[in-house]
């Protein structure tokens, strides 16, 4: 089955440092993946729409020059958590799903400590 | 916009037995697709089931199974024979059929607990 490789898995660092997390599809090609950022007990909320080539769609609210999303191949996605700060500490994890086929695969999240 | 409404926050059940999750979505889509996701505490999530709304016979997948009321835009999961490994939060998600985007819009969440 598709499966998609989400790196790392854990990150503690110091308040003002800059975080990249990526997004892999290990064996299918993905024009689009998802990006989502989660709270403890609570649901996903999509921040961000990753689109191969092209600039990301984000949803309302999420502030595009605090997380910067590429997407420059078709198998990888990378969401830049820029200058992040104790507010950014969350879970965050990415999706892909393949064309015309119904569910979501999902990386195994990563889980963002900011001190 | 779909929306997806998962009522019940929290349930339990008791090992051994039978529980149902339920879920309830709008859409004025008539080809769509349908899910059950599990997240343990490990996080990852986990594709339970999957339902397309042009069938009309139920999804079943061992102990899981689904009753898809298309014309109540009900959607609930069943479990059945509840195991402790079962415990986990359970999303439940719609997806559009029309686009190719893949983009999923997601229920709140319940958590299930399952006592031995």
């Known amino acids: 089955g598709a499966v998609v490789s989400q790196h790392p898995s854990r990150v503690i660092c110091k308040s003002g440092t800059s975080v990249k997390i990526e997004c892999r599809s290990l064996?299918?090609?993905?024009?689009?993946m998802f990006w989502y950022r989660q709270f403890p007990k609570k649901s996903l909320m999509l921040m961000a729409t990753?689109?191969?080539?092209?600039?990301?769609?984000?949803e309302q609210g999420v502030e595009k020059d605090k997380f910067l999303i590429n997407h420059a191949s078709l198998t990888l996605s990378t969401l830049t958590v820029t200058s992040a700060h104790p507010e950014d500490s969350s879970f965050y994890i990415c999706?892909?799903?393949?064309?015309?086929?119904?569910?979501?695969?999902f990386g195994d999240g990563t889980r963002l400590s900011i001190l | 916009a779909q929306t997806v409404t998962q009522s019940q926050p929290e349930m339990s059940v008791q090992e051994a037995e039978t529980v149902t999750l339920s879920c309830t979505y709008d859409?004025?889509?008539?080809?769509?697709?349908l899910f059950w996701y599990k997240q343990p505490p490990s996080r990852q999530m986990i594709l339970v089931i999957r339902?397309?709304?042009?069938?009309?016979q139920n999804a079943t997948e061992n102990r899981f199974s689904v009753n898809f009321q298309k014309a109540a835009k009900s959607f609930s999961l069943k479990i059945s024979d509840s195991q402790l490994g079962d415990a986990a939060m359970y999303f439940c998600?719609?997806?559009?059929?029309?686009?190719?985007?893949?983009?999923?819009?997601f229920g709140d969440g319940t958590t299930l607990t399952v006592k031995p």
């Open positions: 999706s892909a799903s393949l064309p015309e086929e119904g569910p979501q695969h």
């Open positions: 064996d299918f090609q993905a024009t689009t």
């Open positions: 990753s689109n191969e080539g092209s600039k990301a769609t984000y």
């Open positions: 859409t004025s889509e008539s080809d769509y697709y």
């Open positions: 339902q397309e709304a042009y069938k009309q």
């Open positions: 998600a719609y997806r559009s059929a029309s686009t190719n985007a893949g983009k999923s819009t």
